[in-house]
């Protein structure tokens, strides 16, 4: 197939580390990371450290009409450095870094454009639960753990919920899924599933995850490889959450309850 990176394009927590540590190990292909993540700023996978150092040597490129020519050069740098195609993890809230001068907000921002006009392959990785994404997210701030390879102690750790903010974080989530879903509905390169239907209990990838990565990319022997990183939050989240009876009383009389049990 002709094309030189596959987007893996994601909201924060939906277990796209897990699935880059199982596509890293492809024979076809390497996790580029997370290049617009400000935090890896220096590091030798950030587009920013590489954007900088270029435009030190030529001002002009700092223009944002340049933003495709520096792209490109350099997806082609790390293949070339990492002797494979890159898949390359941006979270929803980080494509709007190489958008150009002239852009509208209701638009696909300028990477997804990109992808789009080239074909490259995009696996949308969604996670419907956004409670348990919610809950993720403040066990990770409370333990300062983002991603573990053992057991420890901060997977047992438990959090107290503010369902105000809960809420909104739902409304949120379902607003910002719901217009990236319908950016990337019938795209023949692109696949979607969600987390809840990415893994099986090994970590390995599921088959469903297994057919459709392989149908947009080509890639083959997935089935063989598994994750490195353990799950950070249980499917009981009564034994996760410590007013899970507050949580319950928010989320019972709305279309959301789904998510407490599943």
């Known amino acids: 197939m002709s094309f030189n990176y596959v987007l893996l394009l994601a909201r924060q927590r939906s277990g796209t580390s897990a699935l880059g540590s199982i596509l890293d190990k492809s024979a076809d ?15 030798p996978r950030s587009f920013f450290s590489f954007k900088e150092r270029a435009v030190l040597e030529e001002p002009a490129l700092i223009r944002p009409d ?29 494509t709007h870094h190489l958008n150009g001068e002239a852009y509208l907000p209701t638009n696909p921002p300028w990477l997804l454009a990109h992808a789009f006009g080239r074909k490259m392959p995009i696996i949308h990785l969604t996670r419907r639960n ?70 099986n209990a090994d970590g390995s990838l599921s088959p469903k995850a297994v057919e459709g990565i392989q149908r947009i990319t080509g890639f083959s022997g997935l089935e063989d490889l598994s994750a490195d990183f353990l799950k950070q939050t249980s499917d009981n989240l009564a034994n996760e959450i410590e007013n899970f009876a507050d949580v319950t009383e928010a989320l019972s009389p709305t279309k959301h309850a789904w998510m407490l049990t599943d």
């Open 130 to 199: 956004h409670l348990k994404n919610f809950v993720s997210v403040l066990k990770a701030k409370k333990s300062g753990v983002w991603h573990t390879k053992t057991k420890n102690d901060a997977l047992d750790l438990l959090v107290k919920v503010n369902t105000d903010d809960l809420m909104k974080h739902i409304r949120l989530c379902e607003n910002t899924l719901a217009l990236f879903n319908s950016w990337m509905e019938k795209r023949r390169h692109v696949f979607t599933i969600d987390y809840s239907e990415t893994f």
């Open 29 to 43: 292909a390497y996790y580029l990371g997370e290049p617009f993540n400000l935090k890896n700023f220096g590091k």
């Open 66 to 94: 340049n933003n495709q020519k520096l792209w490109d050069i350099f997806i082609e740098e790390m293949n070339a450095k990492f002797e494979g195609k890159a898949f390359v993890d941006v979270k929803y809230n980080q």
